[in-house]
């Protein structure tokens, strides 16, 4: 019966309905799990559940020992800042090798070589381009480090990634997006070829490396809980049939959840503010940590501000309105802009400074597409939608329609920082010997 009962629930009917209540939700045939949903989705704060050893790697390095490791992840998929993260802590002050893998795939798609719409071509898989197949690969690194077996001689670089990009921008049999994409191979992470740059945000949209001048420049718009931004892709697993991870045009689509005109760009609403570079005079590469730094304010005590990178294609046959291609994105909740471990509400109209931290990337913008950046206050269902009242997410019943400013003057300027590198002083990895153990 209790199986019968959950697979009664059409949850696409209950993502419309959020946020659920004990009780009365989808889970509801299940106490137990609904009871672990609703503790966890209560559990705003960064308490003492979400620093146990298991959760949170960066409160137990030194209870690690110091022995070889390699850290595989990709760039779409949930676990990339966590990747990341555990090379920086089980690296630092360290003897033994560590080494890290970053495909272009979705969760452990190792060999599939499209994240959603994003087609990135045959190179794009691990078998044959990093090791003759997996179990090869983790043959020779236990043969090596246990056995004491000489290496076979292959390159043995710090970090292997996946440089998306370059692609044609066509659309290939299965209706897929070619941005290609090739490996790359680097002696650290961050790439030391990849320096930080700040592009500043202006009032007029544009995205470049002057500080704005204009006093008092800000952009407002309204954040409604009710008819919050659509996912379309993004670094999301185990999301079926609600969301979709991967690469795909920044359009409603009717593949996608709370989508209402199918069709029409995102950058068509009201309440999602772009910034973009001009059409790019050369190649250039972004390979690295993504910080987006805002000066915001709002006449609510909470709301969220988020941020998505986005590689702008120009036009062509195939899609004559140019492709907005997400790479990575990231939300910051207001109610947190003092302290993770205590909510602090927001004074109405006051100005803060706030940071998204975007998941990393690495991709090649061609010459002649745009670095996009979006802003906006809901990319719902990959984020819980924020009720702007003060009240917590999980529990809120008063939905409030706030209005939302960016701020983009010299005194606030804002802007996000990307790591951009030459792509010639990139390094292309070697294709492996391919020999199995």
């Known amino acids: 019966m209790t199986l019968a009962a959950l697979e009664a629930q059409d949850i696409r009917q209950w993502f419309s309905r959020m946020p659920w209540r004990p009780g009365h939700s989808p889970l509801s045939a299940v106490p137990e799990y609904e ?10 704060t960064f308490d003492a559940s979400w620093q146990q050893l298991g959760i949170y790697a960066q409160g137990y390095y030194d209870a690690i020992p110091d022995i070889p490791v390699v ?18 802590g089980l690296t630092a002050g360290r003897q033994s090798p560590v080494r ?65 990009g370059g692609g044609s921008g066509r659309r290939n049999a299965q209706g897929r997006f070619d941005h290609g994409g090739a490996w790359v191979q680097a002696d650290a992470w961050p790439v030391p070829q990849a320096r930080p740059t700040a592009f500043y945000l202006h009032a007029d949209g544009r995205l470049d490396l002057a500080p704005p001048r204009t006093d008092g420049a800000r952009i407002r718009y309204q954040a409604d809980p009710r008819h919050p931004v659509p996912t379309i892709g993004g670094s999301l697993t185990s999301g079926q049939p609600v969301f979709s991870g991967g690469g795909f045009d920044q359009r409603e689509d009717a593949r996608f959840f709370g989508v209402q005109q ?10 999602v503010i772009v910034f973009q570079t001009a059409p790019l005079e050369q190649d250039l590469a972004v390979v690295g940590p ?30 004559p309105d140019g492709y907005a291609l997400n790479l990575t994105d990231g939300i910051f909740r207001c109610r947190f802009h003092a302290s993770w471990e205590q909510a602090s509400l927001l004074e109405p109209h006051k100005v803060y400074a706030i ?14 597409h745009r670095i996009r950046l979006d802003i906006a206050s809901s990319n719902f269902p990959k984020y819980d939608v924020n009720p702007n009242s003060g009240e917590s ?45």
């Open 290 to 319: 993504v910080t987006v730094s805002l000066f915001i304010s709002s006449d609510c005590p909470d709301t969220d501000f988020t941020a998505k990178l986005i590689d702008v294609y120009p036009a062509s046959p195939d899609d």
């Open 355 to 368: 940071t998204i931290e975007p998941f990393a990337t690495c991709n090649l913008f061609k010459r002649g």
């Open 71 to 88: 850290l595989m992840s990709s760039w779409y998929d949930a676990y990339v800042r966590t990747t990341l993260e555990n090379h920086a």
């Open 100 to 164: 890290l893998i970053m495909g272009p795939w979705l969760h452990g798609d190792r060999n599939i070589t499209h994240s959603g719409d994003a087609e990135f071509g045959p190179q794009a898989a691990f078998d044959h381009h990093i090791a003759a197949h997996w179990l090869a690969f983790r043959l020779a690194w236990f043969q090596r480090w246990l056995q004491g077996r000489p290496q076979d001689g292959a390159a043995d670089p710090a970090a292997r990634l996946f440089l998306m």
């Open 262 to 271: 199918p069709g029409l760009p995102l950058a068509s609403r009201d309440d």
């Open 393 to 437: 997410a999980a529990d809120a019943r008063e939905k409030r329609v706030a209005l939302n400013t960016v701020h983009l003057s010299p005194a606030h300027p804002s802007s996000i920082t990307l790591c951009v590198a030459e792509p010639q002083a990139l390094v292309p990895l070697p294709t492996p010997a391919m020999t199995t153990g």
């Open 35 to 44: 009871d672990y949903l609703f503790e966890q989705w209560r559990a705003d």
